[in-house]
């Protein structure tokens, strides 16, 4: 599902990312742990295709994301990659449905067919009478459910977490972290979660530890 190879990455003279070799099988949970400057999310963001490494590989179902120009990796990414942040990053113009909506959107996919995934998965995360209010009109979870709907909008096989829940009250940190299992149980999605969360991080599969650029 997600092979690296000696990926390494610097900024200036700071070496982040110092050879990372990684395997993540498909509908695989995995958590990544370690101290803040460790490259937790340095690391995400080069799986995410969000930014490259300055070395190696990064292959996603057989394709290799780092030999893709800018318009193959946003096509790439929109299809295949969902992403969850720590503060939602809606946007706060648009209501929840039209928030979800963005990703299929952006796709240019059908209007019919995209408000009806839609509306069927801000039911299934159970926001149905939430569907025209704004993010400003949200709770935090709530802002959270309808990240992950759109997350989950393009029926992408990888879903990148980062810092879930670290914005959310336990109560609202817990149902997330089930939900997780949840959606990979039902649609055997890959999740790979950056989080200093100790409960979700010990639930995953596998919890893999940076220290200085390096999983250990």
Known sequence: MITTQQITKSYNNLQVLKGINLTIDKGEIVSIVGASGAGKTTLLQILGTLDKPDAGSVLIDGKDTTKMNAK???????????????????????????????????????????????????????????????PSELSGGEQQRVAVARALM???SVILADEPSGNLDSHHALELHDLFFKLRAEFNQTFVIVTHNEELANRADRKLMIIDGVIV
């Open 72 to 134: 193959q990796l946003a096509d790439f990414r929109n299809s295949n990659i969902g992403f969850v942040f720590q503060f939602h990053q809606l946007l706060p113009e648009f209501t929840a449905l039209e928030n979800v909506c963005m990703p299929a959107w952006i796709a240019k996919k059908s209007k019919t067919e995209t408000d009806k995934r839609a509306k069927e998965l801000l039911e299934y995360l159970k926001l149905t009478n939430r569907i025209h209010h704004k």
């Open 154 to 156: 393009n029926k992408p």
